[in-house]
């Protein structure tokens, strides 16, 4: 991984493979997680910590609903790029701080979800969310996988913004990050149980 200064600021260059092999195991990690809470009583699962907060169950129900979304936007892209693979992937200013933004931090701020993506407004059954999790993500690393042969700089997907679109790299960690960041959110509300 390389630093560049672009009008003081800096974007991240990395090694494409390495790149995407990192996001390989940190999602591996999210789906090693999901099958453990496959072991955990759903009344445990469904524990909020508060009357306004998410049950590990809704944040993981949470991301359910995102990778819908960006599993069919990324797989599209790949299957209609006929674009060489890079050996280096460039973040953009704007990618990278939206992926950075996502990962979880010491006195983070929560984020207002959308309506359409907020898990509180429904009833959620234990197996059905946590099988669905894995599916999707076990779905995101065969499409990480076939990023290994693909321009991941010159891709582009749109995102749940209408007016924003990303590299498909930086859309790659933003949504692993966005995971991260409710996968430690999911783990705090177990441990307040």
């Known amino acids: 991984m390389m630093l560049h200064l672009c009008r003081n600021i800096f974007i991240m260059v990395h090694n494409s493979n390495d790149f995407i092999a990192e996001l390989v195991k940190m999602t591996s990690s999210h789906i090693a997680y999901a099958k453990d809470l496959l ?21 993981l129900e949470h ?20 674009l060489p693979h890079a050996e280096t992937f460039k973040s953009t200013y704007l ?41 999707l993500q076990e779905n995101l690393v065969l499409l990480l996988n076939a990023a290994c042969s693909k321009n991941i700089n010159k891709i582009k997907t749109n995102t749940t913004l209408p007016f924003l679109k990303f590299k498909l790299g930086d859309t790659f960690r ?11 959110q999911a783990k705090k509300a177990l441990a307040a149980f």
């Open 95 to 135: 990618g990278n701080k939206f992926a950075k933004d996502m990962l979880p931090k010491e006195g983070m701020k929560t984020m207002k979800a959308f309506k359409s993506k907020n898990p509180n407004l429904s009833s959620l059954d234990k197996e059905d969310v946590l099988l669905s999790f894995i599916k």
């Open 174 to 184: 933003f949504v692993i990050y966005h995971n991260e960041r409710h996968i430690v």
């Open 63 to 82: 991301l359910n609903r995102y990778a819908i979304f960006y599993n069919t936007e990324i797989d599209k892209r790949l299957n209609a790029s006929s």
């Open 39 to 59: 072991e955990i009583p759903e009344e445990d699962l469904q524990h909020k910590v508060t009357v306004n907060s998410w049950s590990a169950l809704e944040c």
